[in-house]
């Protein structure tokens, strides 16, 4: 008699309680589908790059307009701009004149070997929207509104520390990346979708 009590009583709140876990998970993928939808975007704002003891601080621009991408840099590197974009799968580089590297397959190299700087540019078009890059493994934790809170994927953990609303999107506006002694802090002070 007790433990069938004990069954009625216990028994709502496993049912509520997996419901909410329902519930959260198709919140998270409703979402993921929603960014994944997402062709053309753009997003502004600043960026703190720290490698042990050297650092930059610089404005970018990210353009994304389907499988193409542009990523602008400027501050650090006096009245001129950096700027890598991927056109109709040709990769071009500007600072002050603007050269076609076909060869080079990464991004992330190509701006490496022209700044300094270490960036997965190839993963910024998901990254910087707050998702994985969905055809490489990786790990997830949610916030309380069920958006990412940190990512580890290809070596990288990416916290997302603020979320501010874009249209009917929740899109991050404050991400820290760290690899090794790489960090990058990224404050988006404008999106546009």
């Known amino acids: 008699m007790r433990y069938g009590l004990l069954l009625l009583l216990v028994a709502p709140l496993l049912v509520s309680c997996g419901g909410q876990t329902l519930l959260k998970r198709s919140t998270w993928e409703r979402h993921l589908q929603q960014v994944q939808a997402l062709e053309q975007f753009s997003a502004k704002g600043r960026l703190a790059y720290r490698k042990a003891d050297d650092g930059v601080n610089a404005n970018f621009a990210w353009s994304n307009n389907a499988d193409d991408f542009e990523l602008e840099l400027s501050g650090p590197f006096g009245a001129s701009a950096v700027r890598i974009e991927y056109l109709a799968g040709k990769l071009y580089l500007s600072n002050q ?18 700044t300094g700087l270490w960036l997965p540019v190839d993963a ?24 990412l809170q940190e990512l580890q994927q290809d070596g990288w953990t990416i916290q997302y520390t603020r979320y501010t609303q874009v249209g009917e999107l929740a899109l991050p506006d404050r991400i820290t990346l760290t690899k090794g002694e790489i960090r990058i802090r990224l404050v988006i002070d404008r999106w546009s979708i």
Not at 127 to 146: C, F, K, S
């Open 97 to 114: 004149k603007r050269e076609e590297y076909s060869d080079w397959l990464n991004p992330s190299e190509l701006l490496h070997r022209h």
């Open 124 to 147: 910024l078009s998901s990254w910087v929207t707050g998702i994985p890059l969905l055809d490489m493994a990786y790990q997830h934790r949610l916030n309380e509104h069920q958006y």
